[in-house]
C-alpha cells in the first residue's frame, strides 16, 4: 500500500519551483522546464519513485493539459522570452 501525504498548494509550488532534475541528460534543470516528451517517455518506462517523481508527473499532467506556458510564473524574469533583459539597447 503507497502512503500518499498531504501536502498544501504552497509547499507543492515551492517543490516544483526549486527541485531541479538530478541525473540524466536534464540534469540541473528546474523540474519544470522538463520538455514534455522526455515526461512523457517516463511515463512510459516509470517515473522515479518519490517525490522526484510524483513531482515530474504533476508537471507532465499540467503541460499536457494547460501547455508549458502555465510554469512561466516560476521562471525568472531574464530567462522569458521578450523580457527586457533580452532587448538590445540602441
Not at 24 to 41: C, I, T, V
Not at 62 to 86: T, V, Y
Request: net charge positive; glycine share 8%; hydrophobic share 35%.
Amino acid at each position: 500500500m503507497v502512503k500518499k501525504v498531504a501536502v498544501t498548494p504552497e509547499e507543492f509550488t515551492e517543490a516544483i519551483s526549486t527541485m531541479v532534475m538530478p541525473f540524466g541528460k536534464y540534469k540541473g534543470r528546474p523540474l519544470y522546464d522538463l520538455p514534455l516528451d522526455y515526461l512523457l517517455w517516463f511515463e512510459q518506462r516509470g517515473y522515479p519513485k518519490g517525490k522526484l517523481g510524483d513531482l515530474m508527473r504533476a508537471i507532465a499532467d499540467a503541460k499536457a493539459e494547460c501547455g508549458n506556458a502555465i510554469f512561466d510564473p516560476l521562471r525568472p524574469e531574464a530567462s522569458c522570452p521578450g523580457s527586457r533583459k533580452h532587448k538590445k539597447k540602441h
